[in-house]
């Protein structure tokens, strides 16, 4: 008989690439998962027919704030509490990279990824909130990126992604100070450049690398005054 599950855990955008990686590291440590999926769960499919395991499946589109209620009224019919919000549902707008006179900033891409990247974690951490009160760990990751740092920015371009995930770094430090008190954890974990449809495949590591080090990180004991951002390897990040 298999041991019960050590820990709930949603994870956003868990259709593809570091979510699905997500998915089965955590699921082969027999927790239990819920599936945030947007476009197709073909592949979350796939993965549970290898493991023989099950993940909880819910329609969630991070950028609708209809889509997280419902998916929050959902998980709550389903889960009694929930340990583990890992927002990584992102978009990178894949564009030419231009000198700032030929930008077009007409046809939307800063919005929406603006209200993907930064907008749509916060619509979940607010709606998931009281599946977080009722768990135990009250754990609150927010996949950022190298990108947002703003001491180490080194780009002439690409306004949108960095902007975005700047802006989820100052997201994840306003939640821990308003969190912290009632034990929350929150962590901006960059995951490094991973071979995914976002970071292509000359990238330096495979999402299963970076889904094992996320792992460890939220199973390691952390104090409110620990170190927020961080990379997938635990180390301090420059804001």
Known sequence: MSNPPAMSVLVTGADKG???ALVERFLHANDLVVAGVHTSATALEQLFARLGRQAILVALDVSDMESVRQAAREVARQIPHLDILINNAAIYPH????????????????ERTMNVNAFGPLRVTQQFLPLLEKGQRKIIVNVSSEAGSISNCWRTSEFAYTMSKAALNMQSKILQNYLGARGYKILAIHPGWMRTEMGGPDADIDPAEAAEGI?????RPWRVDDDIYLDYRGQPMTW
């Open 95 to 110: 564009r030419p990279v231009l000198p700032l006179e030929q930008e077009d900033f007409t046809n939307g891409h800063l």
């Open 215 to 219: 792992f460890a990180l939220v199973n």
């Open 18 to 20: 570091l979510g699905l």
